[in-house]
């Protein structure tokens, strides 16, 4: 059993926000975008990851109202791939054992903050994490965001934002803090 | 600078939406203070984090879904029945319509299996790939509202016997179907021998070679086109609550119009091909329906009552 959509038809979804167009572009250009990895040296887990990537930057671009597409869908995600790996392959090659260690200290300081605002994020509640992710990820209006959570209008969507954005800043304040005094 | 004003500029200059004077303006604040300078290091880590934290979730998402192996060519069995599994779950709890349709043509077969052209071939693939993937696909009730779902069940001359008499048709599965499969898959395994030629390098890559790519491997209307498909391929399912029509439907401009609340139960049409024309089969909510596939004018759907004929539907349905 097969369905087929146009690809407007994804993007008019994707700009609805049903992720389900995105399982539709992952289980139709799988083997595809796959194939592309595992002939240039790469492996099947890789080549996931890369391809689930490209459908992300292609979900955040959609969403946003960045995307102008001049060709098919899956076109663009395949040179979507073609870079992501390229990118990869290159960070591989070039990347000496010194030059890991330093990017993968920094890394380490920047990812320890991010994982304590993570778990703030956690504390938030899921209405504040949507809307915070509609707001920075998807980069939805206003308005979008009003319709997607159910809010009267533009105004309170942007009063919500508000509150759960400075209720994030002052737990991982706190957080911080405590974090700056333990260093 | 007023402190509202000034997150309101953080925020927009963390987003990369500050352009112009505005951007030159916070950058020189930016660089006179280092408050101003921490604060940003953070809300980029807070912007960062809730990106990251949205990626991990659609990630999870699609690490869910269950896709046939790639490197060993086959489909895993126990993958494709979680799928069904879950899938299942979803029909019930999302409340799911679908449109199938199962297209029963005794030429095609042989055709393909005398020519195995590439692309005929991707598409039987696709086919026996996709029936592992079904149920999740099926589950999802966004995509169904105007999709043409197909099953394409190739069988022998001998393989059906249908009789275009609408209250008396008897469909006989039997197993020739279970040998066609079998043949579709052999054919698969011809096809992943010559998709090697396909695939570019990635060195080498250049818009040609991309183009051609394009034309062969990522292009699912030319699939469909290449084939027996194609009719299928030009009908749309459309479903339309009116008020006046409440379990109706019509064929017209290749689109198939239901009318009724046929987004909130899953649905199967059920399409058999023979020499004299199409016969359709409209499955929902445990009962089959017959429809005429040049019915232009909005038709009641009409119940099948014979019980022979339901359970030799039922026999192919659910293969």
Redesign the interface.
């Known amino acids: 059993m097969k369905i087929f959509l146009k690809d407007s038809d994804v993007i008019e979804k994707i700009k609805k926000g049903e992720e389900s167009a995105l399982d539709y572009l992952y289980k139709k250009n799988y083997k595809m975008m796959v194939n592309l990895v595992l002939k240039n040296n790469g492996t099947e887990d890789e080549a996931k990851d890369v391809f689930q990537d490209a459908l992300i930057v292609f979900w955040q671009k959609t969403t946003s109202g960045e995307l102008v597409m001049t060709s098919k869908i899956s076109t663009y995600l395949y040179s979507v791939c073609q870079n992501l790996w390229r990118k990869e392959l290159e960070r591989k090659s070039k990347h000496s054992n010194e030059e890991k260690d330093v990017a993968e200290s920094v890394d380490y300081e920047v990812n320890e903050r991010v994982q304590i605002i993570h778990k703030c994020l956690d504390e938030i509640g899921e209405a504040c994490k949507k809307i915070l992710s509609y707001y920075y990820f998807e980069e939805l209006s206003m308005i979008d965001i009003a319709d997607k959570m159910g809010f009267a209008n533009a105004d309170t969507a942007k009063t919500k934002k508000y509150k759960c954005k400075q209720e994030l800043d002052k737990l991982i304040k706190t957080k911080y803090s405590v974090k700056d005094f333990l260093d | 600078m007023e402190t509202n004003k000034l997150n309101e500029l953080t925020e927009l200059f963390v987003?990369g939406k500050l352009h112009g004077d505005d951007l030159v303006a916070f950058n020189k604040q930016l660089e006179a203070d280092p408050s101003l300078a921490t604060e940003v290091t953070?809300q980029k880590?807070?912007?960062?984090?809730?990106?990251?934290?949205?990626?991990a979730a659609?990630?999870s998402?699609?690490?869910a879904?269950q896709?046939?192996?790639?490197?060993t060519g086959s489909t895993s069995v126990t993958s494709s029945f979680t799928a069904l599994k879950a899938a299942s779950v979803l029909l019930v709890c999302a409340g799911v319509s679908v449109g199938?349709y199962m297209y029963y043509n005794s030429v095609s077969s042989e055709k393909v299996a005398d020519n195995q052209p590439v692309n005929s071939t991707e598409s039987i693939v696709?086919?026996s790939?996709?029936?592992t993937?079904?149920s999740?696909?099926?589950a999802?009730?966004?995509?169904?509202k105007?999709?043409?779902?197909?099953?394409n069940v190739n069988s022998a001359a001998n393989a059906t016997n249908v009789e275009n008499e609408e209250s008396s048709t008897t469909v006989s599965a039997n197993a020739e179907l279970t040998k066609t499969k079998k043949r579709n898959f052999n054919l698969f395994k011809s096809k992943a021998k010559a998709?090697?030629k396909q695939?570019?390098?990635?060195d080498a890559?250049d818009d040609k070679s991309?183009a051609n790519?394009?034309s062969h491997?990522?292009?699912?209307?030319a699939l469909?086109t290449s084939n027996n498909i194609q009719k299928l391929?030009d009908v749309d399912i459309k479903t339309i609550q009116d008020g006046a029509h409440k379990f109706h439907y019509r064929m017209k401009d290749h689109v198939l119009y239901l009318y009724g609340e046929f987004n909130n139960t899953p649905y199967e049409i059920l399409e058999f091909n023979d020499k004299d024309g199409n016969l359709l089969y409209f499955y929902y909510d445990n009962n089959y329906y017959s429809m005429k596939p040049n019915q232009e004018a909005i038709t009641k759907l009409k119940k099948i009552t014979d019980k022979k004929l339901i359970s030799d539907l039922n026999v192919v349905r659910v293969r």
């Open positions: 987003r953070l880590n807070i912007k960062t984090a809730i990106v990251e934290n949205r990626k659609l990630k998402r699609l690490n879904i896709v046939p192996s790639v490197t199938s696709n086919e790939v996709a029936k993937q079904e999740s696909v099926v999802n009730s966004e995509l169904t105007e999709n043409k779902v197909v099953e998709e090697t695939v570019p390098n990635l890559l991309q790519v394009t491997e990522d292009n699912p209307e469909v391929s």
